[in-house]
C-alpha cells in the first residue's frame, strides 16, 4: 500500500500525524504544501470537504484531520492501538485528544506564526524536505508573504499571543495531571499523547520557552511522542510576556 502523508512545514497536526504512522510501523512519504496554496489544493484538487491538512492518501483513499486518521490508521493496523478499548480510558484519552486538537492546537499556530513573523530567519530551519518540489532554501525565502497572511487569518495578533502566553501555564498544568492521572505518557503511547505531544514539542524549539517548560511532564511527554522537531528559534517574545510562565516555573522550583 502507497501512502502519503500531506502537510505543512513545522505544522505540529502534520508531526503528530507521522510520529503516529512511525509508531505504527507504515511506510509513507510526506509531502509538504506551501501554506495557503494548501487549501487550493487540499479543496480543489484532491475535492475533501475541508482545506486543511494533515491529509493521508492511501491507495487513492484520503482521509483528513489527524483525530479522523487515528480512527484509520488503527483500522489499517490494529496493533500498535492508538485508542484504548477498555471503556473509562478509551473515554478519556478521546477527551484529551478533543482538548488538544480544538484547545490547545490552535493557540500553539497563533504563537508560532507570530514568532515566524517577528523573526523570518528561523523559517529554513523548520523545513526538512522540499515544499511542493522547491528545494527548502527557496521556499524559505518564499516563506513570509505567507506567514502575513498566516498570521491575519488565524489572528494571531499581539493581545492573542500575549493571551496564550499567559494561559500556557494552566494548559501545561491541565497536562501534567493527566500525566499523573495515567491518561496520557502510560505505558504505550495513544492518539492523545502524539496530539498534544506534537503541539508541546513544537513550543520547545523556541529558545525563550523551553528553558521555562522543559523540566515539566508535559516537556518530557512531548519529547517521548516526539523525539526530533525541526527547527530551532531564537528569542523573540517580550518579557513581560513570558513573565506569567517564568513566575509560575520558578514557583514550581
Do not use: C
Not at 9 to 26: D, F, I, N, W
Not at 163 to 183: P, Q
Amino acid at each position: 500500500m502507497k501512502i502519503r502523508l500531506y502537510g505543512l512545514p513545522g505544522s505540529h497536526p502534520t508531526m503528530a500525524v507521522q510520529a503516529m504512522l512511525e509508531r505504527k510501523g507504515l511506510r509513507f512519504r510526506r509531502v509538504d504544501l506551501v501554506p495557503f496554496l494548501a487549501r487550493a489544493i487540499v479543496r480543489s484538487g484532491m475535492r475533501l470537504p475541508q482545506d486543511t491538512v494533515p491529509v493521508l492518501a492511501l491507495d487513492g483513499h484520503r482521509v483528513q484531520g489527524s483525530r479522523a486518521i487515528v480512527r484509520e490508521l488503527d483500522r489499517l493496523r490494529p496493533d500498535p492501538v492508538l485508542i484504548p478499548a477498555d471503556p473509562d480510558h478509551r473515554r478519556a484519552v478521546e477527551e484529551a485528544e478533543r482538548w488538544g486538537e480544538e484547545e490547545l492546537q490552535h493557540p500553539v499556530r497563533q504563537i508560532s506564526l507570530w514568532a515566524m513573523r517577528a523573526n523570518h530567519a528561523p523559517i529554513r530551519s523548520y523545513m526538512e524536505r522540499p515544499v511542493m518540489g522547491m528545494p527548502p532554501a527557496i521556499a524559505a525565502r518564499l516563506a513570509p508573504p505567507f506567514i502575513e497572511r498566516g498570521v491575519r487569518v488565524n489572528e494571531a495578533t499581539d493581545a492573542a499571543v500575549e493571551t496564550n502566553l499567559a494561559a500556557l501555564d494552566s494548559m501545561l498544568t491541565r497536562i501534567d495531571g493527566w500525566i499523573a492521572a495515567g491518561v496520557l505518557d502510560g505505558e504505550e503511547l495513544n492518539a492523545a499523547d502524539f496530539q498534544i505531544g506534537a503541539s508541546v514539542r513544537l513550543l520547545l524549539t523556541f529558545q525563550d520557552l523551553r528553558p521555562l517548560i522543559e523540566d515539566r511532564p508535559a516537556a518530557r511527554l512531548a519529547r517521548r511522542a516526539v523525539p526530533t522537531y525541526a527547527g530551532e528559534a531564537p528569542p523573540v517574545f517580550s518579557a513581560a510576556w513570558l513573565e506569567p510562565l517564568r513566575s509560575a516555573a520558578l514557583a514550581a522550583t
